[in-house]
């Protein structure tokens, strides 16, 4: 079925909201399940696309899951395959975390080479080498990747590059191994401490998430439980952006706002008014922004590559140029030539975009290329002169519950549309 969402420009946000449970947590904790024979509870779970394409593997595993409210459980009792079709592995990239999971567990694996990407090349060398040095033998044929892990041992492993992914896959695989490992230059996001948490409460000893060296104890034996997801930091970032262009006053609940600072940071320089408490945070915008200090995406703690098209679209009005420069991802300003149809001014060579506020936006058909592009196009309706039409918006239900929803209770103009 075609769905389009439908913004009509204009509206100041106004009230409250509660952030849905982070997808990039949830991914790797709903394969890390694999490592216990048992149920596992995940409370504060997103509906999302890439949630779902997780359970239709967890499925094809031979796991049991279901919903009860917006908690997932999923019983791993009777798992029974170590193999991930290609159909499964094309729906999202994320489904690669599965490997060192199911390596852990079933001492082998065979998956599909993850699909290229949106964001150009995201090649998963990092992750094979991590758990090549636990002891897996990895062998590729035919875009097929078929590993044995029968003598798993832990060891040292050395990110040449704080990578999300391969930290996770490499925490996950070592759990199955023999002895502690340690990994080097670990990536420090939020979600791999999430991780962590999620690991030790079913009774697994991993240490040292949210620094760069991780150590994980293997072989526990790990058992099921009830967890609760962090909230979403890119979709708080999302609304902040949103309310921090369209001028008015926002209340975000539940999340920690910590991680977010480097976005609440941007938006203060930019004019808003931002106030973080223990567990909220609140945006005040005349809607009026000015320009900011060059953004440079880097990995956690600096700024993230996944705000950078929201924040872009929440400067297309400001007054004066911003420079952003992506340093995490080769193609991710696919978003500027979608917003230029809206009569946005952004320059792009290589790494570098420059921003040119522009004093109107209008509406215009346009089309989601990738997540957060997705998320960017909405925020740039959010501020147009009449109607925008966005398609292809499959790309944000992968990561946002329900965006229309979301920004609809905040006054916006934004519904679904459903096509045939
Ligand atoms: C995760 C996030 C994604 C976020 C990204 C960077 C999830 C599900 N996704 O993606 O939303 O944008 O972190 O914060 O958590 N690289 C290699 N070889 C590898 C792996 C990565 O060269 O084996 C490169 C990538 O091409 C990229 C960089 O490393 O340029 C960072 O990627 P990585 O941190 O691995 O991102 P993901 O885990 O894919």
Request: with cysteine; proline share 4%.
């Amino acid at each position: 079925m075609m769905c389009e969402l439908l913004v009509e420009g204009g509206e100041r946000l106004y009230g409250e909201l509660t952030i849905q449970g982070s997808k990039n947590s949830v991914l790797p904790i709903l394969a890390a399940t694999l490592l216990c024979a048992d149920t596992c509870v995940i409370e504060n779970c997103p509906k999302l696309r890439d949630v779902d394409a997780s359970i239709a593997i967890l499925r094809y595993l031979g796991c049991c899951t279901h919903w009860e409210d917006s908690a997932l459980v999923v019983d791993t009792a009777r798992m029974d395959r170590a193999v991930v079709p290609d159909a499964l592995m094309r729906e999202m990239r994320s489904s690669v975390i599965f490997l060192g999971a199911i390596l852990a567990r079933c001492k082998e694996a065979t998956i599909c080479y993850p699909g290229g990407c949106e964001l150009g090349p995201r090649p998963i060398d990092l992750h094979l080498s991590a758990l090549s040095a636990l002891g897996a033998e990895i062998r590729e044929t035919g875009g097929e990747l078929k590993c044995r892990g029968g003598t798993l041992l832990g060891s040292d492993v050395y990110l040449p590059m704080p990578s999300v992914g391969a930290t996770e896959n490499a925490l996950l695989c070592a759990c199955g191994a023999d002895g502690v490992t340690t990994i080097y230059n670990a990536a420090r996001e939020p979600e791999i401490v999430d991780l962590q948490n999620f690991i030790n409460a079913m009774g697994g000893n991993v240490r040292g998430a949210g620094g760069s060296i991780i150590t994980v104890e293997g072989k526990r034996a790990l058992h099921g439980g009830t967890y609760r997801i962090i909230a979403d930091r890119i979709a708080g970032a999302t609304y902040l952006c949103a309310a921090a262009c369209c001028g008015g006053e926002v209340r975000l609940r539940g999340v920690d706002t910590r991680p977010l600072s480097t976005v609440s940071g941007a938006l203060s320089e930019a004019g808003c008014t931002v106030k973080s408490g223990e567990d909220d945070v609140f945006l005040q915008s005349d809607g009026s922004l000015r320009s900011i200090r060059p953004v440079r995406t880097a990995p956690y703690p600096g700024f993230p590559t996944d705000a950078q098209p929201v924040l872009m679209a929440a400067l297309l009005k400001s007054a004066g140029s911003t420079v952003f420069v992506e340093n995490i991802f080769e193609n991710r300003y696919r978003h500027v030539d979608e917003l230029a149809r809206m009569g946005a001014e952004v320059r792009v060579a290589g790494r570098v975009a420059v921003v040119t506020g522009r004093e109107h936006l209008h509406g215009a058909r346009v089309k989601c290329t990738d997540l957060r592009a997705g998320a960017a196009l909405v925020i740039a309706g959010l501020q147009a002169d009449g109607l925008t039409r966005i398609s292809r918006i499959e790309h944000i239900d992968r990561g946002y519950e329900s965006i229309e929803r979301d920004l609809y209770a905040l006054g916006a103009h934004v519904r679904r549309e459903t096509g045939t």
